[in-house]
Structure formats: structure tokens, C-alpha cells
């Protein structure tokens, strides 16, 4: 069997590229998160010039292809002398976009709390760090799940982009074999494509399950 | 009084929803012109018997007669059978796009097949009647509830039904509006219209019914005239009910 | 630094912003048709209905979009049947943008009353009018919001089809910067475009939303 021996023979390639590919993924999800939570912060607490600044932050990136960001801060920094990897390229393009994506979705968990719990515990005398860090947080997190596990999966296969700048992700790795075993492209792709819908299931999979574990009773509802 | 006069005949209805049995064998007939009130104890299936006649909920045995035909035939086109009985619903369900006019037209228009002109002029006479010919161009969320209901049971009237059946029409509003949706149905029941009403109305029962039902567990209790069933009632059970609900509306609305 | 633009990539560019809104509203309508029968499918049919609609939602958002190019337009080719690069990008985007479409469109049939629909039966409606005069123009409505993201983030994602030489923006960006070395200059052109246009439908269908809102709906009864 032709096809078998390609699969067997493709397999440690297309580890190497997944595990690029999940260290893209997870570079992108974790300065996102940290980025994307200081945005949202901003947005909600911040003086005017802040939140003016924010949003115009948040319209670029959301309005601009991931292609375009990804060729500006590759070879368009390349143009000045920034001699930076592909790979810092995809991570510094790719996560100041998806900041702004989950900035999106913790502003508005943010601002669905009711503002009666805040009053309340300005009330108890807790300062503003102390609102957000025992008030605040823990229930936009919570509010957060449904529409962060889509972005936790928008950025994984988001990754594949990084391909067209010449990181040797699964899809590169996928097209070496292409082009080694002359064709075969059918199989190859469809290959990559199971691993991707492995990952990013698996991935909403595992955020459901936290989701429920961390549920507080009737919360959510109303 | 001949069998011309029944438009309505209900037989040995039965349902069971997941082992509860619902409905366990109710018949009874509605003459026309006449106004039946069916009162008990919530989830003694009163709704359930109410949608078991237009079909919406299937019953599991029983047969049911409108105007000679038999709605429980599989071979009766079940959507002409609905369209000549008004239903009226506990929530108004007013369908939300549309305002209240279009709310009226919608059945005329779609299931009649009316012209859009002749299904305003019905509609609007129908909003007329209940009073708010002035709301036609609101929408559902701009009307309170009792608006609402009277909207729908315009829709209900445009239809020029055969009957209408009432399922708890006040039961979801505040309690000052009560009163406006329950002068309408006084206002029906005495222009002639046949209606069947499942209500906790104690009060509008008593002034315009002609009949009372009282039903328990699925089961009719007793039936018979409002003042033999509130001074004489035959069973324990009606007499026991019958106390609890007034003391719980008051004496003085039971007597109206 | 020294800023190098050039009046002369205008109107390359400008041809290919015109291949970008063809390809996209080509890829919107065909998604806009088959996602809302999927929704439909998953909602209200049948059980082999139900799954393979499930199945191919679940699938086409499962997938990066690339690798779905990819197969349309290396894949097939390697089977034996031949599909031109522009049909390879029109068919991969349309049938991505239906998952997405099929998605929101099923949340919002959903989300509308099923008592409604009752009280449509309870006129005299068969289950297709209830659907058609109660249902969907109240999802159509509800869907416009989601709907109105998933067109800006198609047309941004039909750079993708760059990659297998469908000659749109992106495409003729590229083109322009490997002969200038100006990389930079081009892809803020190319960028500043995307934008312009991103921020001119997502103004335009905010309008569309406001016009077609219920009034009264979100807001508290008026009497």
C-alpha cells in the first residue's frame, strides 16, 4: 500500500509542524488573554484618552486581515532593518490581534455584572483593585467561557496562516510531503484537516468541562 | 333542543404525559351560543383538555366533534378545523414582529386567503371591538398585557370562529388589567359568541356562564348551572374548592 | 525612515479590491442559501437530516479555512478533477461561510417563541407557514449582528485565496511589493483599504439593524 507507506512515513513531519503549530497556538492565546484583559480593563475603567485609544487599537486589528497584519509585521518591519523570525513575527501580529478580539468578549462580561454588586462592596470600603480582583474577575471569567472557547479555537486555526510567511507549521510540513510524494495532496490535506478538528474540539471540549466544574449555582440565569 | 344545536362534543378524552395520566376519559358537549367556564385545581389538566380539542396537544383516546365533523379523524384537514376555533393563550403569544394589526391579519390573510385590503377592514373592525383600534400600528412590545390579550382575542375574532376557547386569559396579568380583558369576554358571551373558558376567575365565571365544570385529576367532578353548583354543590370536593377560592379572591367578587 | 508611495498602485490595487467584493458577495449569497438550509435541517428535520447538517457544520468550523482552500484546490486536482483557482476560492469560502451562516441562523430560529408559533398553528397554519410568516422574519432580524460579523470576517479572510493566485487585493499587494521592495508602504495601503471598507458595511448594516428593529423590543413596555 502506496498511501500507507506515505501516511507512515509523513507522520514524524506532521508532528514536528503540530507541535509548531501548538506553540503558535498557545503564544497567540496567552499574550491575547494578558493583553487582551488590560484592554478590557482600559476600556471599562480608563480615563477618555484611554478608552479613545483602546478602541482605536481594537478597530484596527479587528479590521484588518491576519494576512495583511502578518506580511506588515514580517516583511513590511523587514523593510526598516527589524530582522525578526518568522515565527516572533506570526506571535507579535497574530497576538496583538487576537488581544483585541478577547478584549471584545471580557468587556463585555465586564459589563454585564450588575452594578448593584459593585455599589455594594464600595459599600463593605473595598478599593478599585479589590472590586476587580474579588468582584469583578471572578464573574467576567465565568461569563466568559462561551464566547472564549471560540476564540481559543478561531487562534488555532488561525495558526495555519502563519504558513504564508514561511513558519514551518503542520500546513508547510503537509506541503513538503506533498510535493515530495508527488501529489497525494487529497489525502495529505484531509489528514491535517482531522488533526485540526482533534485540537480544536478537544480544546472546547476541555473548556466546557472547566466551565462546569467552576458553574456557580444560578448564575447565568437572569 | 335538537342535535342541530352541538357544535361541540367532546369524548372520552384521555392523556398521559410521561406516566402522569393528564386527562382520564372527559366528555362533555357546548351548545351553541352557549358560554362554558371549566374551573380546578391547577395541573388537573384543564389546559391540556383544551388543547386536546384544536389538536395542538394529541389526545391518546377519546374523539372530538366540531359542528358534525370529527376533528380526531386523521382524515380531517386539521388546519381548516383550527382555523375555525379561536384559541386564546394564557401568554397572548402575539407574534413579535408584527404589529398589531398584522398580528389580526396574519390568519385572514395566510390561512383564508383575504385580500389585504377586505383582511384591514375585518381586522381593524375585530381591534374595534376590544377597544383599540387607536394601537393598531404598535407592536407587541409596545402594548401591556392586557392590550395584548385583547389583541389576540381580536385574532381570535377575525377568524369568525365557530368557538373560541379561552386557556387562562387573565392568569398572566397584572391585576389592575384584569378587569379591561374580562369586559370584552362579558361583552362576547352575551353578543351570542360560543366560548369555552378555563379560567380562575371565580366572579366572571359566576355572572357568565351558563354552565360550570368542575375538574379534578382529570376527571369532571360535577357540572351543571352557576347557582346549583355554588349554593348546592353535589360533590364534597366542589363545595371544598369552591370555599378555598373565594376566601382566597374574597367573598364580596365571588358573589358579583 | 523614508516613506516611498506611489500613485501608480492605485488602480492595481483598486481592480483588486473589485476581485475581493465580487468574490465575497459571490461567497456571502451561496453561504447565505445553504447555511440557512442547514439551519433549517438541523432544526426541524429528520434525524439523518439533523446529523449530516451537525456533521457539516461541525466539520467546515473545525477546519482552518486554508487547509479547506487547499483541498479544493490542490486536493481535487489530485484525485483527477481539475477546478480553476478562482472556483477553487468562491467554492472554499462559500461553503465555510454556510457553517457560519448555518450557526447563527440556528441560534436564531431558536430564540424565537415557540408559543408563537403555536398560536399560528393554532389559526389554521400548516408548519411551513408557521416557519415561513412567523419564524423566519423574526430570525432574520435577530441574525443581523452575527450575520453582519461573519461578512466582515469573510471578506477579511478572502486574502486566503492570494495563495492559490486568485489575482484580489492581497494577491496584487504582494505583486506590487516584491517589484518595489516597499513591502510596508504597499501592505498600509492594502490595509487602510480593508479597513475602509470593513468600517463602511459594518456602518451600513448597523443601519439596516436600527431600520428593521422591533419597537418596543429591549426596552421597557411604553403602554
Avoid at chain 1, 47 to 62: K, S
Avoid at chain 2, 92 to 110: E, P, S, Y
Amino acid at each position: 500500500m502506496d498511501k500507507l507507506i506515505i501516511i507512515v512515513n509523513g507522520i514524524p513531519l506532521l508532528l514536528e509542524g503540530l507541535i509548531v503549530t501548538l506553540e503558535l497556538g498557545a503564544a497567540f492565546i496567552a499574550l491575547g488573554l494578558a493583553l487582551g484583559l488590560a484592554i478590557a480593563f482600559a476600556q471599562v475603567y480608563g480615563n477618555r484618552f484611554i478608552t479613545i485609544f483602546c478602541a482605536g487599537f481594537v478597530q484596527v486589528f479587528l479590521g484588518i486581515p491576519a494576512m495583511v497584519l502578518l506580511f506588515l509585521f514580517y516583511f513590511g518591519l523587514g523593510e526598516f532593518g527589524f530582522n525578526i523570525s518568522a515565527f516572533a513575527a506570526s506571535v507579535i501580529a497574530m497576538g496583538l490581534r487576537s488581544a483585541a478580539y478577547q478584549s471584545q468578549v471580557f468587556r463585555g462580561a465586564i459589563q454585564s455584572i450588575r452594578s448593584g454588586q459593585i455599589t455594594a462592596v464600595k459599600a463593605l470600603g473595598m478599593n478599585l483593585f479589590q472590586r476587580i480582583r474579588y468582584v469583578v474577575l471572578p464573574q467576567a471569567l465565568r461569563y466568559s467561557f462561551a464566547p472564549w472557547s471560540n476564540e481559543y479555537a478561531a487562534q488555532i486555526k488561525d495558526t495555519s496562516l502563519c504558513y504564508a510567511i514561511g513558519v514551518t507549521e503542520i500546513m508547510r510540513e503537509g506541503r513538503y510531503i506533498v510535493v515530495q510524494t508527488f501529489g497525494n495532496a487529497m489525502l495529505i490535506y484531509i489528514i491535517i484537516a482531522f488533526i485540526y478538528l482533534g485540537i480544536t474540539y478537544f480544546g472546547i471540549w476541555l473548556l466546557r468541562y472547566w466551565e462546569i466544574k467552576l458553574r456557580v449555582p444560578g448564575f447565568g440565569i437572569n | 333542543m335538537t342535535i342541530k344545536d352541538i357544535i361541540l362534543k367532546v369524548e372520552d378524552i384521555h392523556k398521559t404525559y410521561n406516566g402522569l395520566k393528564v386527562l382520564r376519559g372527559i366528555s362533555f358537549e357546548l351548545k351553541r351560543r352557549e358560554t362554558k367556564v371549566i374551573i380546578g385545581p391547577s395541573g388537573t389538566g384543564k389546559s391540556t383538555l383544551l388543547r386536546c380539542i384544536n389538536q395542538l396537544t394529541l389526545p391518546d383516546r377519546g374523539r372530538v366533534w366540531l359542528d358534525r365533523i370529527e376533528v380526531t379523524d386523521a382524515k380531517t384537514n386539521i388546519n381548516k378545523v383550527r382555523s375555525s376555533i379561536g384559541f386564546v393563550f394564557q401568554n397572548f403569544n402575539l407574534i413579535t414582529h408584527l404589529t398589531a394589526l398584522d398580528n389580526v391579519r396574519l390568519g385572514l390573510m395566510k390561512v383564508k386567503g383575504m385580500k389585504k385590503q377586505k383582511a384591514t377592514e375585518v381586522a381593524m373592525e375585530e381591534l374595534g371591538r376590544v377597544g383599540l383600534a387607536d394601537k393598531a400600528e404598535n407592536y407587541p412590545a409596545e402594548l401591556s398585557g392586557g392590550q395584548q390579550q385583547r389583541v389576540s382575542i381580536a385574532r381570535a375574532l377575525a377568524m369568525n370562529p365557530k368557538l373560541i376557547l379561552f386557556d387562562e386569559p387573565t392568569s398572566a396579568l397584572d391585576p389592575e388589567l384584569i378587569g379591561e380583558v374580562l369586559e370584552v369576554m362579558i361583552e362576547l358571551a352575551k353578543s351570542g359568541m360560543t366560548m369555552l373558558i378555563v379560567t380562575h376567575e371565580i366572579g366572571f365565571a359566576r355572572a357568565v356562564a351558563d354552565e360550570i365544570i368542575f375538574m379534578e385529576h382529570g376527571v369532571i367532578v360535577e357540572q351543571g348551572p352557576p347557582n346549583q353548583l355554588f349554593t348546592a354543590p353535589k360533590h364534597k370536593r366542589t363545595k371544598e374548592f369552591l370555599h378555598k377560592i373565594t376566601q382566597l379572591y374574597g367573598e364580596e367578587e365571588a358573589k358579583n | 525612515m523614508n516613506l516611498v508611495f506611489s500613485l501608480d498602485w492605485l488602480p492595481i490595487l483598486g481592480r483588486g479590491m473589485l476581485v475581493t467584493l465580487e468574490l465575497t458577495t459571490i461567497a456571502i449569497s451561496i453561504g447565505f442559501v445553504i447555511g440557512i438550509l442547514l439551519a433549517i435541517g438541523e432544526v426541524y428535520g429528520n434525524r439523518p437530516i439533523r446529523v449530516l447538517s451537525i456533521a457539516y457544520t461541525t466539520l467546515f468550523r473545525g477546519t482552518p479555512l486554508l487547509v479547506q482552500i487547499f483541498i479544493f484546490y490542490f486536493g481535487f486536482p489530485s484525485i483527477g478533477i481539475m477546478i480553476s483557482s478562482f472556483l477553487a476560492g468562491v467554492l472554499a469560502l462559500s461553503l465555510n461561510s454556510a457553517a457560519y451562516q448555518a450557526e447563527y441562523f440556528r441560534g436564531s430560529i431558536q430564540a424565537v417563541k415557540k408559543d408563537e408559533v403555536i398560536a399560528a398553528r393554532a389559526l389554521g397554519m400548516s408548519k411551513l407557514q408557521g416557519i415561513l410568516y412567523v419564524v423566519i422574519p423574526q430570525t432574520l432580524r435577530m441574525v443581523i449582528p452575527s450575520w453582519s460579523n461573519q461578512l466582515i470576517s469573510l471578506l477579511k479572510f478572502s486574502s486566503l485565496v492570494y495563495m492559490i493566485r486568485v489575482e484580489e487585493l492581497m494577491y496584487r499587494g504582494k505583486i506590487i511589493a516584491s517589484l518595489t521592495f516597499r513591502s510596508f508602504e504597499v501592505f498600509i495601503i492594502v490595509a487602510m483599504m480593508y479597513l475602509g471598507v470593513v468600517i463602511f458595511f459594518s456602518n451600513i448594516l448597523r443601519m439596516v439593524e436600527k431600520k428593521v428593529r422591533i419597537p418596543g423590543l429591549g426596552y421597557k413596555s411604553a403602554q
